[in-house]
């Protein structure tokens, strides 16, 4: 069986491209996910990607993944500096998660440079612009197949 993996785009996400593209870039959402896409489909990988600008459709999504998923890559968006509630749901199902932000948070307003999901995640990557997704995923990706290696 394929590993499947959530990803999931936080709020405003629905608005790449044409939202500030001088911090979040050019890329559309839908070119963004076409890539993951591709690149899923050459690695064996399933993919649901989900983008919603309401908590609690995210936070469904996360709970309903610990039947399904190996792993997320969630992109909060600003609920990474609000959302205890994201924050616990990802700790309550204990699936590997890598936060992602296009921007580099760290290098922008004080509040964006906290986030309350990096301590339930296996890391953090930002200021790659899309390819943070795609690097997020190969490292589930790899953790998989490492983890499944016979012999380990």
């Known amino acids: 069986m394929?590993?499947?993996y959530l990803v999931i785009h936080g709020p405003n996400l629905n608005l790449l491209g044409m939202?500030?593209?001088e911090i979040y870039g050019h890329e559309t959402?839908?070119?963004i996910n076409r890539r993951l896409r591709v690149w899923a489909e050459q690695e064996g990988v399933s993919l649901r990607i989900i983008q919603s600008n309401d908590e609690?459709?995210?936070i469904d999504a996360i709970q309903e993944a610990r039947t399904w998923a190996r792993g997320i890559v969630i992109n909060a968006g600003a609920?990474?500096?609000t959302s205890y509630a994201i924050r616990d749901a990802l700790a309550a199902i204990r699936l590997p998660a890598i936060e992602v932000h296009?921007?580099?948070?760290h290098a922008r307003e004080?509040?964006?440079r906290r986030s309350l999901i990096a301590p339930v995640c296996l890391g953090q990557i930002c200021g790659l612009g899309w390819r943070g997704y795609?690097?997020?995923l190969q490292a589930l990706l790899a953790r998989d197949r490492e983890e499944s290696a016979p012999g380990e």
Do not use: V
Not at 102 to 105: A, E, F, Q, T
């Open 56 to 58: 609690g459709a995210i």
């Open 110 to 112: 004080a509040f964006r």
């Open 102 to 105: 296009l921007s580099n948070i």
């Open 79 to 81: 609920y990474t500096h």
């Open 2 to 4: 394929n590993p499947q």
């Open 134 to 136: 795609l690097l997020a």
């Open 29 to 31: 959402l839908e070119e």
């Open 19 to 21: 939202r500030e593209p």
